[in-house]
């Protein structure tokens, strides 16, 4: 069984930083890809950051591509995403989740992952 807990949002000024955490407290992490989302109010969740469960691979929605860094450590069942130079269109909910494979077709995709974190909001004042 796979559970995310996420941690790190909050309230930081346009160009901050913050690091967001995902923790999964169950035994399978390594063997899932995993992804980072965000929904802003209003709005739809979109795609923010992938990485395959070997952390070889990433990718990256356009606009956050230089500015988030997404990483993980299996030994510690952790995901990260490193956001710099934050802006107001940043601010969010952000979620993680876990997926069993880093698909091309599916990695960008809401259905494309089984197991999600309740959420933690990042907001970028200007």
């Known amino acids: 069984q796979v559970q995310l807990v996420e941690s790190g949002g909050g309230l930081v000024q346009t160009g901050g930083s913050l690091r967001l955490s995902c923790a999964d407290s169950?035994?399978?992490?390594?063997?899932?890809?995993m992804g980072w989302f965000r929904q802003a109010p209003g709005k739809e969740r979109k795609f923010v950051a992938a990485?395959?469960?070997?952390?070889?691979?990433?990718d990256y929605e356009d606009s956050v591509k230089g500015r988030f860094t997404i990483s993980r450590d299996n030994a510690k069942n952790t995901v990260y995403l490193q956001m710099n130079s934050l802006k107001p269109e940043d601010t969010a909910v952000y979620y993680c989740?876990?997926?069993?494979?880093?698909?091309?077709?599916?990695?960008?995709?809401?259905?494309?992952?089984?197991?999600w974190g309740q959420g933690t909001q990042v907001t970028v004042s200007s």
């Open positions: 169950g035994r399978t992490f390594s063997t899932y890809a």
């Open positions: 990485i395959s469960y070997s952390d070889r691979n990433t």
């Open positions: 989740a876990a997926a069993l494979s880093y698909s091309n077709s599916y990695r960008r995709r809401i259905d494309g992952y089984l197991y």
